[in-house]
């Protein structure tokens, strides 16, 4: 049965790695749902985050495969109840549509959204949340004239990580 797993990779920074960790992906016809890259909190340590939704016994050979690669210090997979996660979206709104129903106050009050900006001609809301909370947020917004919409990918962190954290302080 397909589940959803977070696959955290940590690495050295190398020009190309992306590439070859996503083609294991792709040679196993398993598509990414998302992906983000960035710093660790170690000095020179990248960290990817890349959520799939698969069965475990593929994400295990997954992990075992990227973990093969030369620049990566360990991988490892984690179920959600395993990890922290949230997402952050950006949603560009006509501010004519918008100043017509008290909009502002209802994102802020119904949706914990915020406000980043607000010109003449649009507006620009944040949300931060997990997935079905950002694409709530997004079909509240479609009347009013959604101008533009980017949403990043998983950012998370692992619950039981004492281990893994000792491990890449050491690398």
Not at 32 to 61: A, M, P, W
Not at 81 to 96: D, G, H, N, R
Not at 158 to 166: A, D, F, M, Q, R
Request: glycine share 2%; net charge negative; proline share 1%.
């Amino acid at each position: 049965m397909d589940q959803v797993f977070t696959i955290s990779i940590f690495t050295e920074n190398s020009i190309g790695l992306l590439n070859r960790i996503t083609t294991i992906f792709t040679k196993r016809h398993l598509s990414i749902e998302s992906l983000n890259t960035s710093e660790s909190e170690v000095h020179g340590v990248y960290r990817f985050t890349i959520v799939v939704k698969t069965d475990e016994e593929l994400v295990q050979k997954i992990v075992k495969q990227i973990e093969k690669q030369v620049e990566v210090i360990q991988a490892v997979y984690h179920i959600d109840e395993e990890t922290v996660f949230q997402e952050i979206a950006l949603y560009k709104v006509s501010t004519e549509k918008a100043s017509e129903n008290n909009l502002v106050e209802r994102l802020i009050r119904d949706n914990n959204a915020r406000i980043l900006s607000m010109e003449q001609d649009f507006m620009i809301v944040e949300k931060t949340g997990h997935k079905e909370e950002t694409e709530e947020l997004l079909d509240f917004l479609r009347p009013y004239g959604i101008l533009e919409f980017v949403r990043s990918g998983r950012v998370s962190v692992i619950k039981p990580s004492n281990e893994l954290h000792e491990r890449i302080i050491n690398f």
